[in-house]
C-alpha cells in the first residue's frame, strides 16, 4: 500500500509512527477493528467532528470502546450544545470521509480535544486518512504536529 498524506505528514516532520491496517479484515466497528489488529480497544481512537451551538467545529479523539458524553464535552467548550457534523459535510470541511477521517492534515485548524484515557498508553492508534488504516503514536509525538487539549469527555 502506499503512504497516506498522514503518513507522509509525518515522516516530512520525522514523526515516529508505527502503521497498522485493518482493511482486509472486514471490520467495521471501532471495536471490530481493535480486534482485527489485535489491540486493547482502549487505546485506538475514533476521531469524532462535531459543530457548536456557536457553529464552530471541533475535533474530538475518544477510544472506540467509549461513548462522547456530548453534555461534558459541551460543557469543557462552553458551549450549549454540540452535535455530529453531518456526513456530506465531513469531507469538505476535514477532506476526509467517514471512517477515513484523522485529526492530523485537515482543511483547516479546528480545536481538537483527545479523551484522559489516552494518557493510559504509551501509545495510541489513530486514523492515517483512509479507512482501514491507523497509525501509532505517542501523544509527546503528537503533540509535535497537532495541538491539542485532553480532557474527560467520555461517559
Given at each position: ?31 471490530d477493528a481493535a480486534a482485527a489488529l489485535g489491540q486493547e480497544p482502549g487505546k485506538v481512537f475514533k476521531t469524532l467532528v462535531m459543530r457548536g451551538t456557536s457553529k464552530k467545529i471541533y475535533v474530538f479523539l ?94
Open positions: 500500500m502506499d503512504k497516506t498524506n498522514v503518513m507522509r505528514f509525518l515522516d516530512r516532520n520525522s514523526i515516529r509512527y508505527g502503521y497498522h491496517s485493518y482493511a482486509e479484515s472486514g471490520a467495521v466497528s471501532g471495536t475518544i477510544s472506540v470502546n467509549h461513548k462522547l458524553d456530548q453534555k461534558k464535552a459541551a460543557s469543557y467548550l462552553d458551549e450549549k450544545a454540540i452535535e455530529m457534523v453531518k456526513g456530506k459535510e465531513l469531507q469538505p470541511l476535514t477532506g476526509y470521509v467517514h471512517g477515513g477521517c484523522s485529526p492530523l492534515k485537515m482543511r483547516k485548524k479546528f480545536r481538537t480535544i483527545i479523551d484522559i484515557g489516552s494518557q493510559n498508553y504509551e501509545t495510541i492508534l489513530i486514523n492515517a486518512g483512509m479507512v482501514g488504516y491507523m497509525v501509532e503514536v505517542t501523544l509527546e509525538n503528537l503533540k509535535k504536529v497537532l495541538e491539542f487539549e485532553v480532557a474527560d469527555i467520555v461517559d
